[in-house]
């Protein structure tokens, strides 16, 4: 692990730490604005300072609340990287985002002689939340940004590419030291002449390469260099690398710009960095809670149809009700999904085959399951564990994802989002009967993990009822 990492780890623990003081000051200072003016003035006598067991409870449950929200606007993340604009920001967005819950669901409770006093305890609390919260994180900020500064503090980076491009890049970064970059050396293509200037670090072979020397090095950052006209080379490269846990930055071209597929790694320097966080911390909170509750819901509702597929099940063939079969999950793992079993018991003893729609080895009942989904109802079970999703997509099992991304390298992207029980590719082509179908149905996924908003997981969910209600599955 490299010290960037080790680095990471421990301002996570001081940030969290730090956050728990601020948080309980700021509650204190609350407190003591209540007993000594707020409530006084309303009942016209003193009242007794107390930091008893409500005092506590109310200090743990702010500060609760602050760190939640914290965490889900990013604040704890990227902590050696992320600018200290950004967390100021950050830092007060999420504490009026949290002076205003409080308000609505503590402040308006308060003991008060005049509606002014509301300022005064909203005040007392959001100030010394900013103040204190914003003083801590900005200590740590600086600390870091003193690190790099220094030199003390470096990121281990390949550098793809050795022309003009990639040579001036390297004088731009080894002139302005900000970034923190540190170069293990470059990777060429093959037969290519390399600019003189990149002698100043060690050539490591050709870009083909680039997987393994990833694999066999400490590396946090790769950034590639290659001259307009390599975007396809690009793209096949970055999917390459897809599943490492590096930061890959490209040389921009307009129409990745224009697009909006990735961002502005700085406003000062001709690189954009690839987009790999597809949904943000908030956005995901709502999306699983949103799962959580459809799940629970669904899953009530379609007990009798389980129940009486289960029975049909047992009346047509013999063999288990269900049918459990391992998929790839989100970043490669693998999970069991969970179905109502459709076809003969020993389907697959020839080995791994999809579905067609006369497949022999399907149950008179199965072919009535899978024309209304009703074997997938059990998958709900999958989205309440946390392996699947409502909608997401489709999950495929190892052997003809490989055969998948053999075609299309691109593909990988897919396993950065949980699947889903349905997806847009279900919705836009159903059921797959071969690679090549699963390709296509598969583009329609990656145009779902570029958009993923809740907004849309309900428009996928109603074209679903709505294909599920017209029988239109096979």
Known sequence: MSSAKKLERKLLIRYIVLDLFAGTGAYTALHLVRKLYVEPERFGTAIPLKFDQTFVLGAAATTTLFIGISALSGIYSNLTRKSRLTEAFNTFGGTIITAVILFFSVFLDDYIKEYSDYYMTLGT???SLIVLSGVFRFTQSSIVRHKIDKGLLKFPTLLVGGG???ADLLDAFEKDRSK???FLGYLNTSGDIADTRMNAIAYLGDINQLADIINDNTVEDVIIALPSGNSERIATMVSSIEDKDVRIHVLPNLFSILSGQVKMESLGRALIEVKRELVKPHVAFIKRLFDIVVASLLLIVAAPFILISIAMIAFGSPGPF???QERLGKNGRIFKIIKLRSMYRDAE???????????????????TMRKFRLDELPQFLNVLKGDMA??????????????????????????????????WGMVKFGYAENVEEMIER??????????????????ILFYTLVTVLQGRGK
């Open 125 to 127: 609390y959001t100030g």
């Open 164 to 166: 003009k491009d990639a």
């Open 180 to 182: 923190g970059y540190s």
């Open 322 to 324: 269900f049918y459990t």
């Open 349 to 367: 003893l020839q080995g791994p085959q999809l579905s067609s729609e006369d497949d022999p080895r399907i149950t008179p009942w199965g072919r």
């Open 390 to 423: 409502i909608v997401g997509p489709r999950p495929e099992r190892q052997f003809f994802f490989d055969q998948i991304i053999s075609t299309a390298p691109h593909y990988r992207y897919l396993l950065k989002v949980k699947p889903g029980i349905t997806s």
């Open 442 to 459: 598969a583009r329609y996924d990656l145009i779902y993990t570029e958009n993923i908003t809740l907004v849309n997981d309900i428009k």
